[in-house]
């Protein structure tokens, strides 16, 4: 049993990964509801509904590009270094579009955020990796998620606040990554690491499951393209359709992350009972369902089954990803592993309105929920052929 101040380190690193981790998926959508003020702000500009989009997933874009250089870096320099210039990058880089009144100084702002948030998501995910494992690792990965929704809600209700005020000030959120960093600074440790051999390096590259590898990252990517059509793109619906103010969507899309939340804590018991890969066809049924829901909602209420079931599936595809990808993944790789599943969720990020634009071009947005969440529901029909006549 550890002693106080062991169990004290232990408490303050774990807080510490949690923490951070709220910092990651949603730190796009903290400016969501900002978005129709600031198209407002833009409107003399071509395009100006497209780019500000961009805005928000601009960062996903250079989390994908810096994601693999984060992995290396990682395994390199070890964890506790990046994840450090990680949440400080974040905090500077985020809170700069408080002060930003162009829209090139904004993406610029906002590209350097995406490198902060690719070594922050890569170090936190390949520290948990090295720090747990087994039933350990699900539990925690679960919780990972838990943390994840809840940085959600805050996120998304703070960031709806401030943007009925201004919609430079919801930027001002991103300061929060200075709380993380006072904690990796003091009580984070850094996990041993092996001595490398080229050679063995190089026997162990080869021996690694790359098809399952790929996989996963395939099906990281359209989970999460999917699922950033509702921070992108539900406040223009909820607009449209309900002529919701600021304050609404992000009390709207705040609901979705309470069960995000609320879901993560099922995880750990699920996985025991089941694979990941059943656990990614239930993923993509939910999500195929809720989108549906939105295609026939006619009111406020009837969305939430919706707000629902896309928030289950968002709490359970990122510890399942997360979780399998290093759990077949050895230490010395881990960092590098985790920096392509980085890769493929914000890339599924970044790609999600351009996907989009031309279902946009030639149905509204309720068409477009409904195509793509039967789409989903196809695609999870599928995969349920694939795994009964492959099961693992």
Same mark, same amino acid.
């Given at each position: 049993?550890?002693?106080?101040?062991?169990?004290?380190?232990?408490?303050?690193?774990?807080?510490?990964?949690?923490?951070?981790?709220?910092?990651?998926?949603?730190?796009?959508?903290?400016?969501?509801?900002?978005?129709?003020?600031?198209?407002? =702000?833009?409107?003399?500009?071509?395009? @100006?509904?497209?780019?500000?989009? $961009?805005?928000? !997933?601009? +960062? *996903? /874009?250079? &989390?994908?590009?810096?994601?693999?250089?984060?992995?290396?870096?990682?395994?390199?320099?070890?964890?506790?270094?990046?994840?450090?210039? =990680?949440?400080?990058?974040?905090?500077? @880089?985020?809170?700069?579009?408080? $002060?930003?009144? !162009?829209? +090139? *100084? /904004?993406? &610029?702002?906002?590209?350097?955020?995406?490198?902060?948030?690719?070594?922050?998501?890569?170090?936190?995910?390949?520290?948990?990796?090295?720090?747990?494992?087994?039933?350990?690792?699900?539990?925690?990965?679960?919780?990972?998620?838990?943390?994840?929704?809840?940085?959600? &809600?805050?996120?998304?209700?703070?960031?709806?606040?401030?943007?009925?005020?201004?919609?430079?000030?919801?930027?001002?959120?991103?300061?929060?990554?200075?709380?993380?960093?006072?904690?990796?600074?003091?009580?984070?440790?850094?996990?041993?690491?092996?001595?490398?051999?080229?050679?063995?390096?190089?026997?162990?590259?080869?021996?690694?499951?790359?098809?399952?590898?790929?996989?996963?990252?395939?099906?990281?990517?359209?989970?999460?393209?999917?699922?950033?059509?509702?921070?992108?793109?539900?406040?223009?619906?909820?607009?449209?359709?309900?002529?919701?103010?600021?304050?609404?969507?992000?009390?709207?899309?705040?609901?979705?992350?309470?069960?995000?939340?609320?879901?993560?804590?099922?995880?750990?018991?699920?996985?025991?009972?089941?694979?990941?890969?059943?656990?990614?066809?239930?993923?993509?049924?939910?999500?195929?369902?809720?989108?549906?829901?939105?295609?026939?909602?006619?009111?406020?209420?009837?969305?939430?089954?919706?707000?629902?079931?896309?928030?289950?599936?968002?709490?359970?595809?990122?510890?399942?990803?997360?979780?399998?990808?290093?759990?077949?993944?050895?230490?010395?790789?881990?960092?590098?592993?985790?920096?392509?599943?980085?890769?493929?969720?914000?890339?599924?990020?970044?790609?999600?309105?351009?996907?989009?634009?031309?279902?946009?071009?030639?149905?509204?947005?309720?068409?477009?929920?409904?195509?793509?969440?039967?789409?989903?529901?196809?695609?999870?029909?599928?995969?349920?052929?694939?795994?009964?006549?492959?099961?693992?």
């Amino acid at each position: 049993m550890p002693s106080q101040p062991a169990a004290r380190i232990l408490f303050f690193r774990n807080a510490t990964l949690l923490v951070s981790s709220m910092l990651t998926v949603m730190a796009g959508a903290a400016i969501a509801p900002a978005l129709p003020e600031m198209g407002i =702000a833009f409107q003399q500009i071509p395009n @100006a509904s497209l780019w500000v989009k $961009l805005v928000m !997933t601009v +960062p *996903a /874009l250079f &989390i994908g590009i810096g994601a693999p250089g984060i992995g290396f870096l990682l395994d390199r320099w070890g964890r506790k270094t990046v994840l450090c210039l =990680a949440l400080l990058l974040y905090s500077l @880089a985020g809170s700069l579009g408080y $002060l930003m009144d !162009t829209l +090139p *100084a /904004l993406l &610029i702002s906002r590209c350097v955020l995406g490198l902060a948030v690719a070594g922050t998501m890569t170090s936190t995910v390949t520290l948990i990796g090295d720090f747990f494992k087994g039933k350990e690792l699900n539990r925690f990965m679960g919780l990972q998620s838990m943390f994840m929704g809840i940085g959600g &809600i805050l996120f998304m209700l703070s960031g709806g606040f401030l943007a009925s005020i201004n919609w430079h000030m919801p930027f001002l959120v991103y300061l929060f990554g200075l709380l993380p960093l006072a904690g990796a600074v003091f009580f984070m440790p850094e996990p041993p690491r092996q001595a490398s051999n080229t050679a063995a390096t190089a026997r162990q590259l080869s021996s690694l499951p790359w098809k399952k590898m790929l996989m996963i990252y395939g099906v990281s990517f359209i989970g999460m393209t999917v699922f950033y059509m509702m921070p992108v793109q539900f406040p223009f619906y909820m607009d449209a359709f309900f002529h919701a103010n600021s304050s609404q969507v992000g009390m709207t899309i705040a609901f979705m992350n309470v069960f995000s939340a609320l879901s993560s804590l099922a995880f750990a018991p699920m996985r025991a009972r089941t694979s990941p890969a059943v656990i990614a066809i239930f993923i993509y049924l939910s999500l195929g369902i809720g989108m549906v829901t939105f295609f026939f909602a006619h009111n406020l209420l009837m969305i939430v089954p919706g707000l629902v079931l896309t928030g289950i599936a968002i709490g359970w595809l990122i510890p399942n990803m997360n979780g399998w990808i290093v759990s077949i993944a050895p230490s010395e790789f881990r960092g590098r592993a985790v920096g392509g599943l980085t890769i493929f969720f914000y890339l599924g990020q970044f790609f999600s309105p351009i996907l989009v634009a031309p279902l946009l071009a030639q149905m509204a947005l309720d068409g477009v929920y409904g195509s793509v969440g039967g789409g989903m529901i196809v695609l999870a029909a599928l995969a349920v052929l694939v795994v009964a006549a492959f099961p693992q």
